[in-house]
């Protein structure tokens, strides 16, 4: 099990402080050390080097010569896990498969573009915006004419604004969205709430002009921009509310906030009020609490009360909504978050939004070039006609294995090409779990090429990063190597140390001066609630009666008044007061500041320093053992080894190390 730690928490240093670590110059490939006939080059001693430096604690460590011993012992434990065939077992072949995926994860996106993503959706989410917008309905997959006349419709509109038409009005008139009845009006929004494309215009538009047609998946937009201010955070806060119940031809709401809001200036508990009297019988059984909230998404009369409230406790004059009448209080006030708190969530929220496409545009973008694919694939008509409509109707398409044109090639990647039956194959997998709205069959199965083409290009990449990525190659050999040791060091060293109870037995008669107790104490602690009760615990001592009668005279009625605790402990146990003299018999009652119990401490017995014996220094021992077995092992381990250290390069590695650090 430690070992298993010990390698997750050597998976997380190494793949922080890679992401950490450049290297401005060409690896050396001039050989400096070799072992057996075995070449290590220059290059890699000097990226362990600097790739541990920060993280080694010993500055003997640090010296150059001093760190090449080290890396002469890490590749003679390499040469000795090999010839043990420590890497053809099943467990370490597992742990390297996991480890690999893991590893492979920042290598297989764009992490440029999505740096760039989260400082930019932190920005804006440091503002909010007011707009309107007039909407023409057109899906992304409509055919070219029908394309186009959205278009042309959007154009009109646009000429029409630009010639002083009021944006209100031909909202009000032509938009296609539900916001049309209110002139196009979409209230305050931050960040991640609309379609990216949006949200970028929206931004991007000064306040009080309108934009040019922009597209997004549900159709083209112009967005009138009304205002915008800093984002205020969110609050919690109380309410209490009271509406008429139409079915009963009320209508005492608004008078009856009134007497409630009375009574609060009159000094009444907002609480109180709230379970008593408000109509929200959710929020009133909290005492009118509400989760917390921003100004996005809620009810605009109701968040603008709330924001303007500025002291704990505060409550609003009542206000009307369209759900009823409300007093607000204060609760508390969150502050946005710093980049640093929200880098983490904004990363997530980006993976797991549409604005994520273009990451994974970009990276497949890099890939295509790297690999010479042609940027932009279209499917073969003949592929449409292949498909038939069960695909866009029932999502039912069965892949016809026996079709001639199966065979042809839609694309290739270096060595390896893929075909319509490749891809018709993953059209029939894929339909099963894609529950998309698509218009039409070719916007479906232009919309799956594209996920094909990705899914298969990453996937490429990723199955030979090791060819076609050098940084991917070193760590993942690193860790490979690294594991290799530790699993050596275990069948060496732990797993001996932990079995051979002689070699324990011999180690512990040859220093078991080393493993001695302190001055122990037999004590009775006693932690009482109250001054009174210690005193009465402390007589009850004196008097001799067994603790377990003080607990029952004392603990009565289903309270516990004493608490008490016995056996054996060293005079330096961190429960004893500071200031508490060993000796024989009952303690003073000891309190100390910011402690809610009184002590009481019995001593019953001072039993002098004196040796352990080896069952109860067991696990020290054994510790202690392996560190003497590994010594011993590694002293060993460059006897009957031809080891050459290349001089003249080695010099010059030293020559560009202390260059590099300089």
């Known amino acids: 099990m430690m070992y298993i730690k010990y390698k997750k928490s050597l998976l997380g240093i190494a793949v922080l402080l890679f992401s950490l670590v450049s290297y401005a110059q060409k690896i050396e490939d001039a050989t400096f050390l070799t072992i057996d006939g075995m070449d290590y080059d220059a290059g890699t001693f000097m990226k362990f080097y600097f790739k541990n430096i920060d993280i080694v604690q010993d500055e003997e460590q640090k010296d150059i010569d001093n760190y090449?011993?080290?890396?002469?012992?890490?590749?003679?434990?390499?040469?000795q896990a090999y010839e043990l065939e420590l890497d053809k077992k099943e467990s370490h072949i597992r742990d390297i498969q996991s480890t690999r995926s893991s590893l492979a994860q920042p290598y297989l996106t764009d992490n440029k573009v999505t740096a760039s993503l989260v400082k930019e959706g932190y920005e804006r989410g440091l503002q909010q915006v007011s707009a309107s917008h007039i909407l023409i309905k057109i899906s992304r997959g409509a055919s070219p004419s029908d394309t186009l006349m959205a278009w042309n419709r959007i154009e009109a509109i646009y000429k029409e604004l630009q010639q002083g038409a009021d944006f209100g009005s031909l909202a009000r008139t032509k938009s296609e969205g539900p916001?049309?009845?209110?002139?196009?009006?979409?209230?305050?929004?931050?960040?991640?709430?609309?379609?990216?494309?949006?949200?970028?215009?929206?931004?991007?538009?000064?306040v009080g002009t309108f934009s040019k047609p922009i597209r997004t998946d549900f159709g083209y937009h112009i967005v009138y921009v009304n205002d915008k201010r800093a984002d205020p955070g969110e609050v919690t806060v109380a309410h209490i509310m009271t509406f008429d119940k139409q079915e009963e031809g009320e209508q005492t709401a608004a008078s009856r906030i009134q007497e409630i809001y009375q009574q609060l200036e009159e000094g009444r508990s907002f609480e109180e009020l709230a379970r008593e009297f408000s109509?929200?019988?959710?929020?009133?059984?909290?005492?009118?609490?509400?989760?917390?909230?921003?100004?996005?998404?809620?009810?605009?009369?109701?968040?603008?009360?709330?924001?303007?409230?500025?002291?704990?406790?505060?409550?609003?004059?009542?206000?009307?909504?369209?759900?009823?009448?409300?007093?607000?209080?204060?609760?508390?006030?969150?502050?946005?978050?710093?980049?640093?708190?929200?880098?983490?969530?904004?990363?997530?929220?980006?993976?797991?939004?549409?604005?994520?496409?273009?990451?994974?545009?970009?990276?497949?973008?890099?890939?295509?070039?790297?690999?010479?694919?042609?940027?932009?694939?279209?499917?073969?008509?003949?592929?449409?006609?292949?498909?038939?409509?069960?695909?866009?109707?029932?999502?039912?398409?069965?892949?016809?294995?026996n079709q001639p044109a199966n065979t042809t090639e839609l694309f290739k990647i270096r060595e390896t090409n893929y075909t319509i039956?490749?891809?018709?194959?993953?059209?029939?997998?894929?339909?099963?779990?894609?529950?998309?709205?698509?218009?039409?069959?070719?916007?479906?199965?232009?919309?799956?090429?594209?996920?094909?083409?990705?899914?298969?290009?990453?996937?490429?990449?990723?199955?030979?990063?090791?060819?076609?990525?050098?940084?991917?190659?070193?760590?993942?050999?690193?860790?490979?190597?690294?594991?290799?040791?530790?699993?050596?060091?275990e069948t060496q060293i732990w797993n001996k140390a932990d079995n051979d109870s002689v070699g324990q037995q011999d180690y512990y008669n040859r220093y078991k001066g080393k493993y001695t107790w302190k001055r122990r104490l037999d004590i009775d602690l006693t932690q009482s609630t109250s001054e009174e009760v210690?005193?009465?615990?402390?007589?009850?001592?004196?008097?001799?009666?067994?603790?377990?009668?003080?607990?029952?005279?004392?603990?009565?009625?289903?309270?516990?008044?004493?608490?008490?605790?016995?056996g054996i402990v060293e005079d330096t146990y961190h429960r004893l007061p500071d200031d508490f003299e060993v000796q024989l018999g009952v303690s003073k009652v000891h309190h100390d500041d910011g402690d809610s119990f009184y002590k009481v401490i019995q001593v019953n017995e001072i039993i002098e320093p004196s040796v352990k014996n080896i069952e109860e220094s067991r696990g020290r021992v054994i510790?202690?053992?392996?560190?003497?077995?590994?010594?011993?092992?590694?002293?060993?381990?460059?006897?009957?080894?031809?080891?050459?250290?290349?001089?003249?390069v080695f010099q010059k590695v030293k020559a560009q190390i202390k260059t590099q650090l300089d």
């Open 179 to 206: 916001s049309a009845g209110n002139e196009g009006g979409l209230g305050w929004f931050g960040a991640f709430v609309m379609a990216y494309e949006f949200e970028t215009v929206a931004y991007e538009t000064p």
């Open 534 to 566: 210690a005193l009465e615990v402390r007589k009850m001592l004196q008097q001799g009666i067994a603790t377990d009668s003080i607990k029952a005279r004392l603990n009565v009625d289903n309270k516990t008044k004493v608490m008490i605790s016995s």
């Open 623 to 648: 510790n202690d053992y392996k560190q003497e077995l590994e010594k011993n092992w590694i002293e060993d381990l460059r006897k009957g080894h031809q080891i050459e250290i290349h001089r003249k």
């Open 421 to 489: 039956a490749n891809f018709l194959s993953y059209v029939e997998q894929k339909q099963l779990k894609e529950f998309t709205f698509y218009a039409n069959k070719k916007e479906k199965l232009d919309a799956f090429y594209e996920a094909f083409v990705t899914e298969k290009i990453i996937s490429y990449y990723d199955s030979n990063l090791e060819r076609d990525n050098e940084d991917f190659r070193f760590l993942y050999n690193e860790f490979k190597e690294g594991f290799l040791v530790f699993d050596l060091i």
């Open 68 to 79: 090449l011993d080290l890396y002469i012992d890490y590749r003679l434990k390499l040469q």
């Open 279 to 401: 109509d929200d019988e959710n929020s009133a059984a909290r005492g009118g609490r509400l989760d917390k909230f921003g100004t996005g998404g809620i009810d605009e009369t109701f968040a603008n009360a709330a924001f303007e409230l500025q002291e704990k406790g505060a409550y609003s004059k009542p206000v009307e909504t369209k759900y009823g009448w409300h007093i607000v209080q204060l609760l508390e006030k969150h502050p946005l978050k710093t980049f640093d708190e929200l880098e983490r969530e904004l990363r997530d929220k980006i993976q797991k939004s549409p604005r994520s496409r273009k990451i994974t545009e970009a990276f497949t973008g890099q890939l295509k070039k790297q690999y010479q694919v042609p940027g932009k694939l279209v499917l073969p008509k003949e592929v449409y006609d292949l498909v038939n409509d069960s695909l866009i109707l029932e999502r039912k398409y069965v892949f016809d294995k």
